[in-house]
């Protein structure tokens, strides 16, 4: 795809040593796209990056319901976007757990400045519309304090949000049309897309045994099984060492299908959102799909 000459003027502006981009904008509008090209031009100038991807249900770093942080260095490292850190979310849409998304983002932000990045960007999900949307956008703008904001808009649809940061010293704002060439995806197209990340996620995976203590999140509520039901496996610090399945339930035990091996390294199970129609043993089928 043809580059607008406004990507280089942003690249040219924003791109250098502690400087941070926040990408806004509604879903099929370009920002992968913009976000891989921002990536190349901050490697091409010897900047060690922080890439935040909080888009649960499109994720880049990691499998979907979670938000993820890599570091990047060199061109290599964009070929397979390896996970630094992972937040699980447990939804593949934030519109009911705003406040856990902002928690998420914070946390990786907060990594990546841990590991001295020179550059961080942010790629978000593409609920920006409404009330729902706009407080998600607001407060993940507050919280991590970019210096510049793109906002990737088709006709007035972010304005309410870009007001809000008007007078203020920063962020920066960049307005940009998506490009012509953007190829729209409809809500079947983006299931897939989903289906093929989980059933690749946990291709090589087996099933542990946890203690049914590890499960933190859990009240009761039998209106909606824990059989097929996808956790994090969470680390001290409360970040997802990845995700499982629960493919059953005993007296004193869960029984999680996942491909994180070091068991002794998870601290807590959280529960998602999220169920696998036809139960875990059709996690790998991409003919099956997410329920919620």
């Known amino acids: 795809m043809d580059k607008p000459p406004i990507w280089f003027k942003l690249a040219e502006e924003a791109v250098s040593e502690g400087k941070s981009v926040f990408l806004l904008g509604a879903p099929?509008?370009?920002k992968t796209t913009l976000c891989k090209f921002l990536l190349?031009?901050?490697?091409?100038?010897?900047?060690?990056?922080?890439?935040?991807?909080?888009?649960?249900?499109?994720?880049?770093?990691?499998?979907?319901?979670?938000?993820?942080?890599?570091?990047l260095e060199k061109r290599e490292d964009l070929e397979g976007l390896i996970p630094f850190k992972l937040y699980f979310l447990g939804a593949t849409s934030p519109a009911q757990w705003l406040l856990r998304s902002v928690v998420g983002l914070k946390k990786l932000m907060d990594k990546a400045l841990e590991r001295r990045v020179d550059f961080t960007l942010i790629d978000t999900t593409g609920l920006v519309t409404g009330e729902v949307g706009f407080q998600l956008k607001f407060y993940e703008?507050?919280?991590?304090?970019p210096t510049h904001l793109v906002a990737i808009e088709r006709g007035g649809e972010l304005e309410p949000i870009l007001k809000a940061f008007?007078?203020?010293s920063k962020p920066k704002q960049y307005v940009i049309l998506p490009s012509e060439k953007v190829r729209r995806r409809d809500l079947t197209q983006r299931q897939h897309y989903r289906q093929q990340k989980l059933s690749l996620y946990f291709k090589n995976s087996e099933i542990l045994n946890f203690e049914k203590g590890l499960l933190k999140n859990f009240k009761g509520d039998q209106s909606f099984p824990?059989?097929?039901?996808?956790?994090?496996?969470?680390?001290?610090?409360?970040?997802?060492l990845g995700?499982?399945?629960i493919t059953g339930i005993k007296e004193r035990?869960?029984?999680?299908?996942?491909?994180?091996?070091?068991q002794e390294a998870v601290k807590a199970l959280w529960l998602g959102e999220v169920k696998l129609e036809g139960g875990a043993q059709n996690v790998c089928n991409p003919g099956r799909g997410l329920s919620r």
């Open 243 to 245: 995700i499982g399945v």
């Open 141 to 145: 703008i507050e919280i991590t304090d």
């Open 28 to 30: 099929d509008t370009g």
């Open 40 to 71: 190349e031009k901050a490697i091409e100038k010897g900047l060690k990056v922080g890439y935040i991807d909080a888009d649960v249900g499109q994720s880049t770093i990691g499998p979907p319901t979670t938000m993820g942080l890599s570091i």
């Open 166 to 168: 008007v007078g203020r």
């Open 253 to 262: 035990e869960i029984e999680v299908l996942t491909p994180i091996k070091a």
């Open 226 to 240: 824990l059989d097929g039901r996808i956790v994090g496996l969470l680390d001290e610090e409360g970040f997802a």
